[in-house]
Structures are given as C-alpha cells and as structure tokens.
C-alpha cells in the first residue's frame, strides 16, 4: 500500500519522489503523484504519476513531519455535478486527494460545440454540487474492467485546474 509522505522509485523509469497526492478513478484505478526533490534551490521539478505496481518504496521521506490525508468515499462518481462557479455541468469521473490541499473532483464535460473531444475540469471539492436533476447517472461498478485504467492527464495541468 502506498503511503503519502513516503519516498518511492519507478521500477521502470527510477523516477523518485515523495507521495503527495492520489488520483482516484471511477474506473477503479488509482494513480499515485510522486514530486521529486528539487536538484537546484529555487527550482521546482515536476511531478509525474504512476500505477502502485510500478512503485518501490525508498525510505520513510517525510511521512514523520506530516499527517497523512483521510480518505473518504467518493461522493460524486458517477454523478452529474455543476461547477458553483461558472455553473458548467459535467460527469464527475475522477478526483485528487493532496497531501498538502483540499480534494479536488474531475468533471468531464461535452463542449456545446459539439464536438467529439470532451474537456475535463479540476475543481476544488468546495466548488462542486449535485445537479438537482440529473439528465444522466452511472454507478462505477457498471464501468470498471478486470484490469483498471484511468483517464491520463499529464501532470500538472494548468490549463484545466480550476
């Protein structure tokens, strides 16, 4: 089980960083966001996701100086969901649980242009609600597949975070 705050490596890539987040989908994967320690001061160096199977674990990292995130049920797979905000209407099909931030939801929605590629938001929990009405639902145990996979967003994606 992997364990926010610990120090893990890539058995194929020998990327190594320290578990601050989770990506949880309503597929059933899950993916964990290593961020790495910084090689130059003043440098940040990007975060990158991986699958637990893909995971070493390393050494305890900083998992002495922080308190490890409760996770809770996902309220809103499945649902359809509006952002409070700009009031966009979308699937909640994903969310992040940080180790340092708020959990964070994935919205995927259909453009009213129609066309086929389908956007995806990431909300601060705060900013998501139940549409009161919903036009469509989906329980996650009718999508998930023997082997799970998940919807792959590079990481950071700052021009869907929200």
């Known amino acids: 089980m992997i364990e926010f705050g610990r120090t893990y490596r890539d058995m194929v890539t020998g990327f190594e960083g320290v578990c ?30 991986f699958f637990e199977k893909q995971l070493e674990e390393v050494d305890a990292g900083i998992s002495d100086k922080v308190e490890a995130p409760v996770i809770g049920e996902a309220l809103y797979f499945g649902k359809e969901c509006i952002d409070k905000v700009t009031r966009v209407k979308g699937m909640c099909i994903g969310r992040y649980i940080w180790l340092f931030n708020c959990d964070q939801y994935v919205l995927e929605y259909q453009p009213k242009d129609d066309s086929r590629e389908t956007k995806y938001n990431v909300l601060d929990e705060g900013r998501v609600e139940l549409v009161i009405a919903p036009t469509c639902e989906v329980k996650p145990e009718e999508v998930k597949s023997t082997r799970s996979g998940g919807v792959f967003l590079d990481y950071p994606q700052a021009d869907t975070i929200l």
């Open 20 to 49: 601050t987040g989770m990506i949880e989908w309503i597929y059933g994967c899950k993916q964990y966001i290593l961020s790495p320690r910084a090689e130059h001061a003043f440098k940040k160096e990007a975060s990158s996701t």
